[in-house]
Nanobody, 127 residues
Framework: QVQLAESGGGLVQAGGSLRLSCAASGRTFSTFRNYNMGWFRQAPGKEREFVGGISWGGSSTYYADSVKGRFTMSRDNAKNTVYLQMNSLKSEDTAVYYC?????????????????WGQGTQVTVSS
């Protein structure tokens, strides 16, 4: 079993920045660097949507069009942690943000392709 714990959410004004972190752990967790990681978000009344993904080594990333150029994913395999740097935030970025992981490649935009999920962290952008 893999546990994921997000942190770093909060309230920010439009145009501001936040950095989310996701720490991975678990009794049967083998090696963080074997997992491809994804960030998703879900706003009230909407379906969970893909934000971005990063390959196990960090060399490959993929972003939703809505965040491309504003959000950046990175990972520190020594710390079992993945990050989501969010800049130029907009009110429409308001949502609960979830990190997830899967062992298969390539990066998938489908939530059903991810086996493990964190509890989520709230991001609220005020206009």
């Amino acid at each position: 079993q893999v546990q994921l714990a997000e942190s770093g959410g909060g309230l920010v004004q439009a145009g501001g920045s936040l950095r989310l972190s996701c720490a991975a752990s678990g009794r049967t967790f083998s090696t963080f660097r074997n997992y491809n990681m994804g960030w998703f978000r879900q706003a009230p009344g909407k379906e969970r949507e893909f934000v971005g993904g990063i390959s196990w080594g960090g060399s490959s990333t993929y972003y939703a069009d809505s965040v491309k150029g504003r959000f950046t994913m990175s990972r520190d395999n020594a710390k079992n942690t993945v990050y989501l740097q969010m800049n130029s935030l907009k009110s429409e970025d308001t949502a609960v943000y979830y990190c997830s992981c899967r062992r298969s490649f390539p990066i998938s935009t489908n939530p059903a392709a991810y086996a493990y999920w964190g509890q989520g962290t709230q991001v609220t952008v005020s206009s």
